[in-house]
């Protein structure tokens, strides 16, 4: 039901009908014309959600001013995804977790106050990622990998090592930066 509120009817009724459905939006919340598949939507004053997203999460939680551009798709059931006030995820950016028994427990994307994921850029969130307020992940093609793989130097064996990536607060990333599982900056 959540998904086609979020797709088919005009903005100003949207947050309407999403309450009545027990998600928190903000009468001033604008939605554009997206598909939000989630368990619970919470958003400020002022928020923005804009057209051609594809979202699918447990949880998506907007502070106020905090928005969403264009074209990103982010999906994960076990993903949880909140952005503080005036935090921002630009264009054409993946965001993606994996469903179990490929990945476990929660993961989430914090994005602090002012922070921002600019444009196509790449994050797994097999484990949580935090991006701190001032924070800028600029240019494109910058990619986020919370797990990666040990390899034994003969045969096929492997095992897989998670971590969660830390980047603080006033940092900017540029383009086509690669980081890697337990980064902290």
């Not at 850029?121 to 800028?136: A, E, V």
């Not at 940092?171 to 890697?180: D, E, L, N, Q, S």
Request: charged content about 20%; proline content about 3%.
């Amino acid at each position: 039901t959540t998904c086609i509120i979020t797709l088919f009817l005009p903005k100003f009724c949207k947050p309407f009908f999403l309450n009545l459905l027990g998600h928190s939006v903000h009468s001033t919340s604008k939605i554009g014309w997206s598909i939000i598949r989630v368990n619970k939507l919470m958003t400020e004053k002022d928020t923005r959600i804009g057209n051609f997203n594809i979202i699918t999460c447990k949880h998506l939680s907007l502070k106020e001013k905090a928005f969403i551009k264009k074209f990103n798709k982010i999906e994960g059931a076990s993903l949880e995804v909140h952005l503080e006030a005036n935090g921002s995820i630009g264009n054409r950016n993946k965001i993606s977790r994996l469903n179990p028994p490929i990945t476990y427990g929660i993961a989430s994307l914090k994005i602090g106050v002012w922070g921002q994921i600019v444009h196509g850029c790449s994050l797994d969130c097999t484990r949580s990622i935090s991006i701190g307020s001032y924070t800028t992940i600029g240019g494109s093609d910058t990619q986020f990998w919370t797990h990666g793989y040990y390899h034994a130097n003969t045969g096929i064996e492997r095992i897989r090592i998670d971590g969660e990536i830390i980047v603080g607060n006033n940092v900017y990333v540029g383009t086509r930066c690669t980081f890697m599982p337990g980064i902290k900056i």
